[in-house]
């Protein structure tokens, strides 16, 4: 792998899949891994197969189907769940399975009632087992976050020698900030004996917003995994979304990072997920929300009339959506009027734009969004109205 390559490996299908009332059948996920696959994610992971037959058939379904990405079943580091995980990936192309246990103190003290070095042994043996069915073994230290980075260097070293590919570093809790969460992968990437024969994973939770910022953190520092899920869905506040990661990397080359994804197909796979799951996105999303292209300011839609990059940062059809939305509101100027009125056919002089925007404002205060009908109205409706028509 090319040392600015960052792999996205998505877990919309499993940690996405946690979000209470949005489970998906066999046939959604297929549709949506399909698509994850076309999109070029890296990694898919499909499922925890252990938990269900209903994840076990998906996973199994799903490793028929993937061409090009490594198809991931999740495990605890329990030798039941790492055998039912390896049986369910057996018609993958490329398998990965991704085992571990806590790290934290508090994991260990109040989760599993254990002691660090009984967690190393069994992280151990958990990756040993996995790689007796596969080659590429991705082990996470859950709440890696608040582990102290001594320990959990003990542990990657570890895991390493025992045949770890990948390491995976949580942020569980979405608990640190972006600063501490880098320090702790140059950390790792400096102290680990041996860690230039695995990779490094970012997985990072949303509960304080931080997520998007402490995995480009950690790719900035040695990661060169992102785990992530299509509109940040997933357990309590989320995980980190893809598509900001993607172009974050993508709108800042000078980081010299990129990934393989088709960022056009970024919205259409969006919808997608939203509509499979049934999960509303917040129209100010970044990337794929409904307002992410939109402009109603009077000042903001003069200065993208004018030339897009005033007021945006990334061309819309790079991801998929067709245009900018320039959106009458009372808060419109004149220009935002008249390039909305040529759009349906009126060419207005400045003194026709005048005695029509007098009436327009009347018009959209009365109403949040004017839109094209209502533009014909107004006009209509205008004392030059005749005037325009005859021109």
């Known amino acids: 792998m090319s040392d600015n390559n960052v792999q996205i490996f998505d ?16 046939e959604q996920k297929l549709i949506i891994a399909e698509q994850l696959d076309n999109l070029g994610v890296d990694i898919i992971e499909a499922g925890f197969p252990v ?13 028929k189907i993937v061409k090009h990405a490594t198809v991931c079943g999740l495990t605890r580091s329990v030798e039941n769940d790492i055998k039912v995980a390896a049986e369910a990936l057996k018609y993958a192309k490329t398998p990965r399975i991704h085992t571990g246990i806590g790290t934290s103190d508090s994991h260990i003290k109040h989760k599993f009632k254990s002691t660090q070095e009984d967690i190393i042994e069994r992280a151990v043996q958990a990756v040993s087992y996995a790689k007796s069915f596969v080659e590429d073994v991705e082990f996470y230290a859950e709440d890696a976050g608040r582990t102290d980075n001594e320990y959990l260097a003990r542990v990657c070293e570890a895991v390493i ?11 569980t809790t979405g608990y640190c900030l972006p600063h501490e969460y880098g320090a702790k992968i140059k950390y790792l990437k400096e102290n680990v004996k041996g860690i230039d024969k695995a990779i490094l994973s970012c997985h990072c939770h949303n509960d304080l917003g931080l997520a998007t910022a402490n995995s480009i953190e950690g790719v900035i520092n040695g990661a060169r995994q992102i785990e992530c899920t299509i509109n940040g869905i997933g357990e309590r506040a989320g995980n980190t979304a893809l598509e ?17 994804i088709q960022t056009e197909m970024l919205y259409g796979i969006s919808q997608l997920v939203s509509d499979s799951m049934g999960i509303y996105t917040q129209p100010n999303k ?8 939109a402009h109603s300011s009077g000042i903001h839609q003069d200065g993208v009339i004018k030339n897009r990059e005033t007021y945006e940062i990334i061309d819309p059809k790079d991801v998929g959506v067709t245009e900018s939305a320039i959106v ?42 004017v839109d094209d009908n209502d533009i014909h109205q ?14």
């Open 161 to 171: 020698k025992a045949g770890a590919t990948v390491l995976n570093i949580p942020d």
């Open 378 to 391: 107004i006009i209509e409706n205008s004392k030059v109205y005749r005037e325009i028509i005859s021109a």
């Open 11 to 26: 877990t919309t299908l499993r940690d996405g899949e946690q979000v209470p009332g949005c489970k998906l059948n066999t």
């Open 328 to 369: 009458l509101t009372a808060r419109s100027g004149r220009a935002a009027l008249a390039y909305r009125a040529k759009n349906i056919g009126y060419e207005l002089t400045k003194l026709q734009l005048d005695e029509i925007y007098t009436n327009f404002l009347d018009f959209a205060d009365k109403k949040k969004e």
């Open 244 to 260: 900001e990661v993607v172009m974050i990397l993508k709108q800042h080359p000078y980081l010299n990072l990129d990934t393989r």
């Open 286 to 293: 970044a990337i794929v929300g409904a307002n992410a292209f």
């Open 51 to 63: 938990s269900s037959p209903g994840d076990f058939k998906s996973v199994e379904e799903i490793s």
